[in-house]
């Protein structure tokens, strides 16, 4: 298995994204293809212990930035970092990607341009995905978080059908729980889009094992394993949850400091603090899944560290052993059949 690294994705590329692709070469035993400045690439390779480790290097001498359009930038810099490594998928020289770069110039690099692969048949738009930690130990998976702020309900359902079989093929999910992200529990609750895309779901009647509604308060509760929302809504509350749990660290760090009571304990409940932290930490998580299109591509946090980058390598292998772009496109090919039939009757 190949997987291409857009080297000069992170905020504080290519140092971490390069001591992250030698620990996730190191621990999941992968040829990693390290995509960018080739003179940048190999003198940070050069200060690691690469020995027995498949590494390559391909350059690329422009890399698209934060603040450029995605799409115009994608389609002027035909040698970027990004555009590259999607070319490598798309001629077959690798199997998967990550990045941390901008994730509007990732997905505009999938969509467009000289690298592009281009979305499974079938599949409206693509949805970028991200795992939430919920109570009792569980996951939530969630999408769209960030690639579409406007939907309609097709989108939505197609959403629903990619996060069940991600939930199923490489969480391990048997028949997930699927909901929509709305203002109140009841199928009569939330925007014309949620109920349309309830309405449209119970139509085609897809196998999806639907729960209904979860509302912000619940993504975290266990309710259930696959949350689907447009991609404005979704990168709100995500974000907001995020923010949440780096505040709720900080302030319990700052309330033990200022007790020396409060400090001993601290020290005794050390390991449960820790597990807490590791649990709500996006590192673990490494990066989202850019669901709908011909190759799995995997998008990570632009301010990654290397564990960060690492797990996303982790994240892109084990979506490749589960197959899960020719499980979805066997799905597409059922919500075909069914729309066809319902045309018929």
Not at 104 to 109: I, P, Q, R, S
Not at 187 to 209: F, P, S, Y
Request: glycine residues 12%; proline residues 3%; hydrophobic residues 45%.
């Amino acid at each position: 298995m190949r997987i291409v690294l857009d080297a000069m994705g992170s905020d504080h590329a290519p140092g971490v994204d390069v001591r992250g692709a030698v620990g996730a070469a190191r621990r999941f035993g992968q040829e990693l293809v390290l995509v960018g400045d080739e003179v940048a690439i190999r003198a940070e390779l050069a200060s690691l212990d690469t020995d027995g480790l498949s590494l390559s290097v391909v350059h690329a001498s422009q890399v698209v930035e934060m603040g450029e359009h995605p799409a115009q930038a994608v389609r002027a810099k035909k040698d970027a970092s990004i555009v590259v490594g999607m070319r490598l998928l798309r001629e077959g020289q690798a199997d998967a990607l990550v990045s941390a770069g901008n994730s509007g110039g990732v997905l505009a690099a999938a969509l467009v341009g000289a690298g592009r692969i281009g979305r499974i048949r079938g599949i409206h738009r693509p949805a970028i995905s991200t795992i939430l930690p919920a109570r009792d130990g569980g996951w939530a998976f969630m999408l769209d978080i960030g690639a579409n702020a406007d939907c309609r309900p097709e989108w939505l359902a197609q959403f629903a059908l990619m996060g069940a079989a991600y939930a199923e093929q490489v969480l391990g999910l048997p028949n997930p729980r699927v909901a929509l992200l709305s203002n109140g529990e009841e199928k009569i609750k939330g925007n014309q889009l949620v109920q349309d895309t309830h309405a449209l779901l119970d139509r085609l009647a897809l196998g999806l094992n639907l729960v209904g509604n979860v509302e912000g308060k619940d993504i975290t509760q266990g309710l259930a394993d696959v949350i689907v929302s447009d991609g404005f809504t979704g990168n709100v509350a995500i974000k907001t949850a995020e923010g949440t749990a780096a505040m709720l660290l900080s302030l319990l760090r700052s309330e033990i400091k200022s007790r020396k009571l409060a400090t001993l304990g601290a020290l005794l409940a050390r390991p449960a603090f820790r597990a807490v932290a590791a649990r709500l930490d996006y590192r673990e998580f490494g990066g989202g899944m850019l669901l709908g299109v011909n190759y799995p591509v995997v998008i990570a946090h632009g301010r990654s560290d290397e564990l960060a980058i690492e797990n996303a390598v982790g994240v892109a292998i084990s979506a490749t052993r589960a197959n899960i772009v020719e499980q979805i496109r066997q799905r597409m090919e059922d919500w075909r059949d069914e729309a066809d039939a319902g045309e018929d009757e």
